[in-house]
């Protein structure tokens, strides 16, 4: 045996080092089971049933992953153990992967009742927190069948407090690693406890000084507990690359001042879905060699596949589905439809934004690498199709959809999903799954309705019969204890899902009694927004951006309304960052949630929504600032998107992307957001380190931590809807480009406008092309001066052949006769993209 047993005290720290020892919460977790090996715990112990007919001791075990050692340090180790016949045992402290060395070894004599075991050695070996080191005890070599039951375990001893030493430590000057882009704030932080101004340096990567200037001191930070300093070096906008900032002895990561990156994240963001896809290859040609893989879960050997799924048991659904197809949901292998339902629709509305009012050319087939790259269609609709396609698939004979589908027990990591053997089990049907279902099938009838329409009329279809099933079953709730195998994702309060709904329905078809329930709605008028931000179980904002882009019968004092909702809740997001030392939007009353950087991409898109609705470069700037955090301008200095900036997470929580435990297996592509810190710390990893850390601080980068590190679609859909905004907006917006002129004659029935245009840039326009809100149910009826087209509300005039050059200072007339009731002058005229001023 490695490491001896000897006599003595743990060292006067008594930390502990186990993880749940008592059992207290109900939950085994983390502690493990081998194969022939089931634990459950029984009246606050655990208890594990062990096959027999083993060879060897350690042929059955139980154990505990992560458990940290130090070379030199004594440890005591204790705990209650008794067994349902007499037999041997032995507690074992070693190393968990090969070569499998101990450290120590107790035998015990286990009886039929409870007694107190306790043992002290030293450790020869030194495993750091989160490592290879483990606590296992030996249950096998036993002819028959046995039951060992467990409880108050303990190991005390080193000297290293939990987490004490993170294998990569923060920076003291933490910068967007990506980059910053030209003409915009730049803005970095120092951590450093001097009240007075400190003199920093940025250099070029060279190693030559082109900037220096002073700290602003701004104190003590709550989410980090950082003391802090504000570095603002907006003055310097030379674009390169391998700009380093220093403050005394500490210097930052490199960065770029560039646009460069961003325009490429928009695209490795969106590509990250292709690599989530279930029940197809994925083929190198589009991924590389290293992420190639085959199929999964199509019955084929060892899979049990998704053709055929019945329901779990005890849900009496009478049926088998073919549920192929769709993405994977996370780092498992489940797919769930509350939390596709989001990604998807964030998917199709990165689309449906930049088509109404962005640049949707950035968007087009052959921009992805993908199968349907030539198919002539917009690669990001033909991504997100595969998503909703397999939404459809889980709605039920009665119209209710499919909460969920996944393995009937978890598996562990790694599994590639064409080696998962557990059988796929169906979970019962939910209101909240039906509405996600409604709302995203209404959204891709829309979508589709000229690219495909008979699929947007088999959408519509499904849409509509999942929005009646669920008005007939308005209160059919996940069951939140159907947690094996897959997350539970149970949602009690829906009226927000009927809102999303309802609000997409009525936008794509305008029936009376979908605006009826979208009127109606406590949610209504942006009535959801709120400081936290919107996610799977928050949707009522996602009615609120459809309302407010796409083209509806709405009066405009409501959808004014809700755009307001948006720019009252944006202010708000900026003046907490103007506070923060490491600005982030996002703010809740019990520190950061699971999934927060989702949760701040949403509210980043907040504040995207808010500069597209006013023009006003603050948000534009409050968007970057807030991407600043994600890609390392944070107290962990870290990229929390995978591939981008010096120190980029690389150890998600994921079953293929395993590389930190199986090297044959790659890390995470780039573009891949993680989960972010979690003030909970829900996993052994970070109960094991992060005890007492302050929000932003509950992060480490290991694969197991997957209450931090996980990643998921809906994060990833929100990362993708940013992304693309940001890369459209990476040139600044010229203020003051145009102005417009509105004369208009109304009567009852119709009207004639004429509108004048002038070039208030200093550049000349080549072409253009103006957008704007029709007032009421006006319909163009002859225009001129422009090639005029409608769809709904939404208006747009694109120059004739010989009017598409203004100089600066030059003007263009033109107009419209119309039909139809409603009169007032649109408020959101913009040109190429860009809000105008009124004259």
């Known amino acids: 045996m490695s490491g001896a047993l000897a006599s003595g005290t743990?060292?006067?720290?008594?930390?502990?080092?186990?993880?749940?020892?008592?059992?207290?919460?109900?939950?085994?977790?983390?502690?493990?089971?081998?194969?022939?090996?089931?634990?459950?715990?029984?009246?606050g112990e655990l208890c594990a049933t062990v096959t027999g007919g083993t060879a060897n001791p350690w042929d059955a075990l139980i154990g505990q992953n992560g458990v940290p050692f130090e070379a030199g340090q004594p440890y005591t180790m204790s705990f209650d153990a008794y067994a349902s016949v007499a037999r041997p045992a032995a507690a074992v402290a070693g190393e968990g992967v090969d070569p499998y060395r101990q450290i120590a070894k107790h035998d015990i004599a286990l009886t039929t009742t409870k007694q107190r075991f306790t043992f002290t050695f030293t450790s020869e070996l030194d495993f750091p927190d989160a490592g290879p080191g483990q606590v296992t005890f030996h249950l096998g070599a036993q002819a028959a069948d046995t039951t060992v039951c467990v409880d108050n375990l303990s190991l005390i001893g080193g000297v290293k407090p939990p987490g004490g030493?993170?294998?990569?430590?923060?920076?003291?000057?933490?910068?967007?690693?990506?980059?910053?882009?030209?003409?915009?704030?730049?803005?970095?932080?120092?951590?450093?406890?001097?009240?007075?101004?400190?003199?920093?340096?940025?250099?070029?990567?060279?190693?030559?000084?082109?900037?220096?200037?002073?700290?602003?001191?701004?104190?003590?930070?709550?989410?980090?507990?950082?003391?802090?300093?504000?570095?603002?070096?907006?003055?310097?906008?030379?674009a390169g690359t391998g700009y380093t900032l220093t403050v005394g002895t500490e210097t930052s990561y490199p960065f770029d001042i560039a646009t460069d990156a961003i325009k490429k994240l928009?695209?490795?963001?969106?590509?990250?879905?292709?690599?989530?896809?279930?029940?197809?290859?994925?083929?190198?040609?589009?991924?590389?060699?290293?992420?190639?893989?085959?199929?999964?879960?199509?019955?084929?050997?060892?899979?049990?596949?998704?053709?055929?799924?019945?329901?779990?048991?005890?849900?009496?659904?009478?049926?088998?589905?073919?549920?192929?197809?769709?993405?994977?949901?996370?780092?498992?292998?489940?797919?769930?439809v509350v939390n596709g339902g989001i990604s998807a629709w964030q998917v199709l509305n990165t689309y449906?934004?930049?088509?109404?009012?962005?640049?949707?050319?950035?968007?087009?087939?052959?921009?992805?690498?993908?199968?349907?790259?030539?198919?002539?269609?917009?690669?990001?609709?033909?991504?997100?199709?595969?998503?909703?396609?397999?939404?459809?698939?889980?709605?039920?004979?009665?119209g209710m959809v499919h909460h969920k589908i996944h393995d009937a027990n978890w598996t562990g990591l790694p599994t590639l999903p064409h080696e998962d053997s557990q059988p796929r089990r169906l979970s019962a049907t939910s209101t909240a799954a039906t509405l996600n279902t409604a709302a995203v099938a209404a959204q891709s009838a829309r979508i589709w309705k000229t690219i495909d329409p008979a699929f947007s009329a088999k959408a519509l279809a499904a849409a509509t019969k999942a929005y009646a099933a669920a008005k007939a079953n308005p209160d059919k709730i996940a069951d939140p204890n159907d947690g094996t195998g897959g997350g539970a994702y149970s949602d009690a309060t829906v009226t927000d899902e009927f809102y999303w709904a309802a609000a997409e329905l009525f936008a794509t078809?305008?029936?009376?009694?979908?605006?009826?329930?979208?009127?109606?709605?406590?949610?209504?008028?942006?009535?959801?927004?709120?400081?936290?931000?919107?996610?799977?179980?928050?949707?009522?904002?996602?009615?609120?951006?459809?309302?407010?882009?796409?083209?509806?019968?709405?009066?405009?004092?409501?959808?004014?309304?809700?755009?307001?909702?948006?720019?009252?809740?944006?202010?708000?997001?900026?003046?907490?960052?103007?506070?923060?030392?490491?600005?982030?939007?996002?703010?809740?009353?019990?520190?950061?949630?699971?999934?927060?950087?989702?949760?701040?991409?949403?509210?980043?898109?907040?504040?995207?929504?808010?500069?597209?609705?006013?023009?006003?470069?603050?948000?534009?700037?409050?968007?970057?600032?807030?991407?600043?955090?994600?890609?390392?301008?944070?107290?962990?200095?870290y990229s929390y998107v995978t591939?981008?900036?010096?120190?980029?997470?690389?150890?998600?929580?994921?079953?293929?992307?395993?590389n930190q435990l199986e090297p044959t297996l790659p890390t995470a592509p780039a573009g891949v957001l993680s989960?972010?810190?979690?003030?909970?710390?829900?996993?052994?990893?970070?109960?094991?380190?992060?005890?007492?850390?302050?929000?932003?601080?509950?992060?480490?980068?290991?694969?197991?931590?997957?209450?931090?590190?996980?990643?998921?679609?809906?994060?990833?859909?929100?990362?993708?809807?940013?992304?693309?905004?940001?890369?459209?907006?990476?040139?600044?917006?010229?203020?003051?480009?145009?102005?417009?002129?509105?004369?208009?004659?109304?009567?009852?029935?119709?009207?004639?406008?004429?509108?004048?245009?002038?070039?208030?840039?200093?550049?000349?326009?080549?072409?253009?092309?103006?957008?704007?809100?029709?007032?009421?149910?006006?319909?163009?009826?002859?225009?001129?001066?422009?090639?005029?087209?409608?769809?709904g509300q939404a208006v747009s005039a694109t120059n004739a052949s010989w009017n598409g050059a203004v100089p600066p200072g030059g003007s263009v007339g033109i107009g419209f006769n119309s039909s139809g009731s409603g009169s007032g002058e649109p408020t959101d005229f913009r040109l190429n993209g860009q809000s105008c001023t009124r004259g």
Not at 14 to 32: H, K, M, Q, V
Not at 283 to 298: C, I, K, M, S
Not at 320 to 326: C, E, I, S, W
Not at 643 to 658: D, S, T
């Open 266 to 336: 928009r695209y490795d963001s969106l590509a990250f879905f292709y690599h989530q896809r279930s029940g197809v290859e994925i083929e190198a040609q589009y991924v590389g060699d290293t992420y190639a893989r085959p199929a999964g879960h199509l019955n084929v050997a060892p899979n049990q596949g998704d053709d055929d799924v019945p329901c779990l048991t005890g849900v009496d659904c009478g049926y088998t589905l073919d549920v192929r197809g769709g993405w994977y949901d996370a780092g498992d292998h489940g797919k769930y």
């Open 10 to 43: 743990a060292h006067a720290a008594d930390y502990e080092r186990l993880i749940n020892g008592t059992f207290s919460s109900g939950s085994a977790d983390p502690w493990w089971a081998s194969a022939g090996v089931s634990n459950r715990v029984v009246n």
């Open 352 to 398: 449906e934004r930049a088509k109404l009012i962005g640049d949707a050319a950035a968007l087009g087939d052959g921009k992805l690498a993908i199968p349907e790259k030539a198919n002539g269609v917009p690669d990001i609709l033909d991504e997100a199709r595969w998503e909703v396609e397999f939404l459809l698939k889980m709605q039920a004979p009665d």
């Open 509 to 637: 078809t305008g029936a009376a009694a979908y605006r009826a329930d979208v009127t109606s709605s406590p949610h209504f008028k942006g009535a959801s927004l709120d400081a936290r931000g919107f996610d799977w179980g928050s949707t009522g904002p996602l009615g609120d951006i459809t309302l407010a882009l796409v083209p509806n019968g709405l009066p405009a004092a409501d959808v004014s309304a809700i755009k307001s909702a948006f720019t009252s809740v944006a202010d708000s997001h900026l003046s907490q960052m103007a506070t923060q030392g490491y600005p982030a939007p996002y703010r809740t009353l019990t520190g950061y949630d699971w999934g927060s950087n989702g949760l701040i991409a949403n509210n980043i898109a907040v504040l995207a929504l808010a500069h597209d609705f006013t023009g006003a470069a603050k948000y534009r700037e409050g968007v970057f600032q807030g991407l600043h955090y994600l890609l390392g301008r944070n107290p962990m200095s």
């Open 165 to 238: 030493d993170p294998s990569v430590p923060a920076k003291k000057v933490n910068v967007d690693q990506v980059g910053y882009v030209p003409g915009l704030p730049k803005h970095a932080t120092l951590t450093s406890d001097a009240t007075t101004p400190q003199t920093w340096t940025l250099k070029n990567s060279a190693g030559t000084t082109v900037a220096t200037g002073q700290t602003t001191p701004k104190g003590a930070d709550a989410e980090s507990g950082d003391s802090t300093h504000l570095i603002d070096f907006s003055s310097f906008d030379t």
């Open 675 to 791: 989960g972010g810190p979690n003030s909970a710390l829900q996993d052994p990893v970070a109960a094991r380190l992060l005890q007492g850390c302050k929000p932003q601080k509950c992060f480490v980068d290991h694969i197991d931590a997957y209450s931090l590190n996980e990643v998921t679609v809906n994060w990833n859909s929100a990362f993708a809807w940013i992304s693309n905004w940001a890369a459209e907006k990476v040139t600044a917006p010229v203020a003051g480009s145009c102005k417009v002129v509105w004369r208009a004659s109304t009567w009852s029935t119709g009207m004639s406008a004429n509108i004048t245009v002038t070039n208030t840039s200093r550049q000349a326009w080549s072409a253009w092309k103006l957008e704007f809100t029709m007032p009421g149910t006006q319909r163009i009826t002859h225009g001129w001066s422009a090639t005029w087209s409608q769809a």
């Open 643 to 658: 591939g981008y900036g010096e120190q980029p997470v690389k150890n998600v929580h994921h079953r293929h992307w395993a």
